[in-house]
């Protein structure tokens, strides 16, 4: 959306207006716009709702400390926020930003002359990111995460004296609200190129203030099926990732369609699966650091890294406040994002192998699948042979066909609930009882049965497996 478009539906708010911030620079660039800021000298409140009675628009109240509005719906073709100046005039306000590309400003009403007193456009034409001031970091080190992430977004260069005055900044990352740390870092998550975003992160001292224990992967080596230390590796992974959900179909053909269409499922906190996908590849090897170690014949080793680096990503996104349901998935895929490898050494494996562990990996059976492809995509040492990887791969797209198979069926529930079987073979409930309604879902696994089939397998199992009560 061009400037000239951006304003006319916000002329109602008069001359003392003005679109500010990152709306206004993607419009210089010709990028779309999803939202406008607009800083205003006056009532911000009846600024807000006499835009919302122009356009038939809802309104709320974003902060009470600064007078924020947010509008949304009817007419106005974005998202617009509405702020009182900061600083008691226009360029006061502007001074107060961190970069210059998001400190520039035109009118809403009137000659639309861009006021751009940090040399903003200058900036944008050179591609390039550049602090308004000195404190630019030190005044909201969540800014960091924000210059991190343009650079990727938007491809441009990080100006070196703003790195340095970004990296300076990093130890009070965590001063800040951990809400507003987790909202930057969501926004990372979801760029098609996320781990480019997070290596800029790691450039500016970020990444390590954020999550201490990839800092302490740096340099970190690994066995001889690695070809990077663990923080190389761990990026790579997110590179992976990030191009699967992409584009699912490289690796698993036909059925990448259908893979799409889970990952751009909804979780929670306005993320996709796919997006929720990137920061579990993030965090997978988080507790390699704390569980390295060496065998009497040098090979390194990281036991139990899996398990610790669950605990690990549950405090994090704990710290972080996500939601429930987006922690879960991290916190499973961390868990269990070796077991899919450990299978591969079992091949072929039965549909009943292949349930059980799908039935293991919870709510997130594809994020796990396609962050264990990721994991052994990044794993190239000189231990690591082009065969491993194949049927990895096989193994990785067989898994995951069954799932889809099963998705579409729907639940399986035994067509003889326990308490009947309890009654029919007069036993107390127990242990038994889960290892007989297993073999019932695995007669289940190749298509619905009877109930005369599903007792026959009952019978069967008990027949072979005697009540120890009634045994002398």
């Not at 650079?151 to 070196?160: K, M, N, R, S, V």
């Not at 584009?247 to 889970?262: E, N």
């Not at 139990?304 to 710290?319: I, K, P, Q």
């Amino acid at each position: 959306m061009s400037v000239e478009g951006l304003r006319a539906p916000l002329a109602v708010l008069g001359d003392d207006a003005w679109i500010v911030g990152g709306g206004l620079r993607d419009a210089l660039l010709g990028r779309p716009v999803a939202d406008v800021d607009i800083a205003i000298a006056g009532d911000s409140a009846a600024a807000a709702e006499r835009l919302a009675r122009v356009h038939r628009a809802s309104r709320f109240p974003l902060s009470s400390t600064f007078g924020a509005w947010r509008l949304s719906g009817g007419t106005l073709p974005v998202q617009v926020d509405i702020t009182p100046t900061q600083g008691g005039s226009l360029a006061a306000d502007l001074a107060l930003r961190d970069l210059t590309v998001n400190a520039m400003a035109v009118p809403v009403a009137g000659a639309p002359e861009l006021f751009d007193p940090h040399d903003g456009r200058t900036d944008l034409a050179a591609r390039r990111l550049r602090a308004v001031g000195p404190r630019a970091f030190a005044a909201d080190p969540v800014r960091i995460l924000r210059l991190a992430r343009l650079a990727e977004q938007l491809g441009f260069t990080i100006d070196p004296p703003s790195a340095a005055l970004a990296a300076a900044a990093t130890p009070a990352l965590w001063s800040k609200a951990p809400e507003r740390l987790r909202d930057e870092l969501y926004r990372m998550m979801s760029l098609p190129r996320a781990w480019g975003a997070f290596a800029a992160l790691d450039g500016l001292g970020g990444l390590g203030a954020l999550v201490p224990e990839l800092d302490q992967a740096r340099g970190l080596d690994q066995s001889d099926y690695h070809h990077k230390d663990v923080l190389g590796h761990t990026l790579e992974v997110v590179e992976h990732s990030c191009a699967l959900r992409e584009d699912p179909g490289t690796v698993f053909r036909s059925d990448g369609p259908a893979i799409t269409q889970i990952l751009d499922e909804p979780v929670a906190d306005g993320l996709t699966r796919g997006q929720v996908l990137a920061l579990s590849a993030l965090l997978h090897d988080m507790a390699k650091p704390a569980t390295r170690g060496e065998l009497p014949n040098g090979r390194v080793t990281f036991f139990h890294h899996d398990r610790l680096g669950a605990e690990m990503a549950d405090t994090l996104t704990l710290r972080l406040r996500t939601a429930t349901r987006v922690r879960d998935i991290v916190v499973m895929c961390v868990a269990e994002h070796l077991q899919l490898g450990f299978l591969v050494h079992g091949q072929p494996l039965s549909l009943r192998r292949i349930d059980a562990y799908l039935r293991r990996t919870g709510a997130a059976p594809v994020e796990m699948i396609l962050l264990s492809v990721a994991d052994r995509l990044a794993t190239r040492g000189r231990r690591s042979h082009e065969i491993q990887i194949t049927r990895h791969l096989d193994l990785a797209r067989q898994v995951m066909h069954a799932h889809l198979g099963l998705r579409a069926r729907g639940p399986i529930a035994s067509p003889i609930p326990g308490d009947v079987l309890a009654a029919r073979f007069g036993r107390a409930p127990g242990p038994w009882l889960g290892e007989v309604l297993a073999e019932i879902r695995a007669a289940q696994l190749g298509g619905p049965i009877t109930q005369a089939r599903a007792m026959r397998v009952a019978d069967q199992w008990v027949r072979a497996h005697p009540d120890p009560a009634t045994v002398r």
